[in-house]
Antibody
Framework: EVQLVESGGGLVQPGRSLRLSCAAS????????MHWVRQAPGKGLEWVSG????????GYADSVKGRFTICRDNAKNSLYLQMNSLRAEDMALYYC??????????????WGKGTTVTVSS | AIQLTQSPSSLSASVGDRVTITCRAS??????LAWYHQKPGKTPNLLIY???GLESGVPSRFSGSGSGTDFTLTISSLQPEDFATYYC?????????FGGGTKVEIK
């Protein structure tokens, strides 16, 4: 069974950092691009970042560019999101999502259950 | 960034109704559009890819159409489990973007 399990969320003060992780199983991780998508409480979906199968192509939403860094470790079947200089508007449920192919210009066919990030002093 | 405008933002419908949701892109995106639905407290679920491709396991009452800038999601006969929020998403270019959502409620 294809499974994505996020971790690393929590309560953090504005300006501080947090690192999210996503553990993948049930598929050949290094064959597929991966994404992070977030959803603020009561709001819609917002794409955050995506990374191709070999990390050769990476993209970010304008709202996080320069503050967030996506990376992956194919040997560990894991995806990460390093979030620096966190703001109140970054508070959301963060989903890890798999693309159906190796490139980044794709939709998301499998989603994790998400990990919650709360930014508050 | 490409903006996606969904309409309506919400609608009320009855079981058995035919429901149509539209998604308009601020610039042409070919057929690089997907549709998802999300029930409260649940993970988004892929319904349609490449504007009209039905994802495996998704009931055939769901269909998608369109290309360029105008797209449509149709539910031919609304079922109780279809009451949810629906999102379109473009993957033609970075940054990827989602529409604002359409909430389908019970009439």
């Amino acid at each position: 069974e294809v499974q994505l399990v996020e971790s690393g969320g929590g309560l953090v003060q504005p300006g501080r950092s947090l690192r999210l992780s996503c553990a993948a199983s049930g598929f050949t991780f290094d064959d597929y691009a991966m994404h992070w998508v977030r959803q603020a409480p009561g709001k819609g979906l917002e794409w955050v970042s995506g990374i191709s199968w070999n990390s050769g192509s990476i993209g970010y939403a304008d709202s996080v560019k320069g503050r967030f860094t996506i990376c992956r470790d194919n040997a560990k079947n894991s995806l990460y999101l390093q979030m620096n200089s966190l703001r109140a508007e970054d508070m959301a449920l963060y989903y890890c999502a798999k693309a159906p192919g190796p490139g980044v210009h794709y939709y998301m066919d499998v989603w994790g259950k998400g990990t919650t990030v709360t930014v508050s002093s | 960034a490409i903006q996606l405008t969904q309409s309506p933002s919400s609608l009320s419908a009855s079981v058995g109704d035919r429901v149509t949701i539209t998604c308009r892109a601020s610039q042409a995106i070919s057929s690089a559009l997907a549709w998802y639905h999300q029930k409260p407290g649940k993970t988004p679920n892929l319904l349609i890819y490449d504007a009209s491709g039905l994802e495996s396991g998704v009931p055939s009452r769901f269909s998608g159409s369109g290309s360029g800038t105008d797209f449509t999601l149709t539910i031919s006969s609304l079922q109780p489990e279809d009451f949810a929020t629906y999102y379109c998403q473009q993957f033609n270019s970075y940054p990827l973007t989602f529409g604002g959502g359409t909430k389908v409620e019970i009439k």
